[in-house]
């Protein structure tokens, strides 16, 4: 049902900018989103929590393909292990793996199927991004993490319309 489709999306992005305006204020002085998220983990921990059941919610009233969908699942338990491990433990970047990998096979699967320019042309973009936080990892990364999750975000997004 559209309805349904719709506001499962609605939830997505109001808990989504609930997260986003726990980072906003603390991007320019914090090195790492990272850092931010264990500055303040248990309110973003449970919103992160909501915005996972509204996208399982959604994804499953709009009937992706089974990989997506494992995607999906495999980009939260990264954000889960992101938010309740310290950046200083090893497992961190793993998770950092996990969840950069799942947007990747995401974005990627979407542009295949769809083989739209602009799908590739924010993909590009999130690849671009994220070298951009390996190259600078020793400075502030936190603008580049942010414009990796708008990038997708707005990928995401455009996937709805």
Known sequence: MVFFENLYFAGMLVTYGI???FLYDKL????????????????????????????????????RKFSIFISIIILFIGLFGVILISEKNIWHFLYVGLVVSSIAFFMFSHCLVWSNDGYWLLFYLTILAFIGCLV?????????????????AIFYISLHF
């Open 136 to 152: 600078n990892m020793d400075t502030n990364i936190s603008y580049w993490e942010a414009g990796f999750m708008g990038i997708f």
């Open 28 to 63: 320019r002085e914090t090195p790492s989103i990272s850092r931010i998220i264990e500055e303040n983990r248990e309110p973003i921990f449970y919103t992160i929590l909501v915005f996972c059941l509204f996208t399982v919610l959604y994804e499953i009233q709009r009937y």
């Open 19 to 21: 997260f986003i305006s």
